[in-house]
């Protein structure tokens, strides 16, 4: 399935006017609920991939039985790029699309796991607590590499964590999916605990160091890149 999406109505068009977003949303995000439990429900990833060439982005949403890791439904969506390339607003790149991908689901997305950061972002507002806030979802984010935090030694077993943080404040945890490999980065979106997202990661990792939400959502938009005959 793929729809079309277009750039919102008044999107922000430049950096001053996405930070303004960014500072206006940031408030909203509700961090006092612990989020569903671990293998209940659906869960859903979400992911993104460009063409550069054609200054075109595909989202896909991929909604998984939480508990079996079977596939419910998929969905993805195809845009123009909706905003520039600024470190730490990448999210105005993306959320058209995401939105659109969403959208088109009939399932109930549950926990929406995307690729990025939630509040472990330099404005506290990363991609999933940007969309959690604009669709209501509880939303977390898996990241591959920490961006521009720190966290000490965790041990080498599949569960081990670290604080991530940025001075005294924790803003998200290294945890180790697999033994031996190096750690994916977990912080919270919106309407989750940390302690939450960190349980939903483990539990979406039984053979891999990345979520089956992000594996399955990464193939998914890669393939409606492919499979794309013509821009929109």
């Known amino acids: 399935m793929q729809t079309i999406t277009g750039v919102p109505e008044g999107w922000p068009a430049d950096e001053a006017a996405a930070r303004g977003v960014q500072d206006a949303l940031r408030e909203r995000v509700v961090r006092d609920e612990t989020g569903p439990a671990p293998g209940a429900g659906t869960v859903t990833g979400i992911d993104v991939a460009y ?9 896909a949403a991929v909604v998984l039985d939480a508990a079996t890791l079977d596939v419910v439904e998929e ?34 997305p549950g926990l929406v796991v995307c690729d990025g950061y939630g509040l472990a972002h330099p404005r506290r507002f990363g991609l999933a607590s940007h969309l959690g806030v ?9 990241a591959k590499n920490p961006f521009a935090f720190a966290h000490g030694a ?8 670290a ?5 005294e404040e924790e803003v998200g945890r290294a945890l180790r999916t697999r033994t031996g490999v190096k750690p994916v980065y977990v912080s919270v979106g919106h309407r989750i605990s940390l302690a939450g997202a960190c349980a939903h990661t483990l539990a979406l ?28």
């Open 51 to 59: 063409d550069d060439a054609r200054d075109l982005v595909a989202a």
């Open 75 to 108: 969905a993805t969506a195809v845009g123009r790029v909706a905003f520039p390339y600024v470190p730490g607003l990448l999210a105005f790149r993306e959320i058209p699309a995401v939105l659109g991908a969403l959208a088109a689901l009939r399932t109930d």
């Open 134 to 142: 604009l669709t209501g979802l509880p939303t977390m984010g898996v």
């Open 154 to 161: 965790l041990g080498p077993e599949r569960g081990s964590a």
């Open 163 to 167: 604080a991530l943080t940025d001075g």
């Open 205 to 232: 990792t039984p053979a891999y160091r990345l979520p089956e939400t992000t594996r399955r959502a990464d193939r998914l938009c890669r393939d409606a890149l492919l499979g794309l005959t013509a821009g929109p």
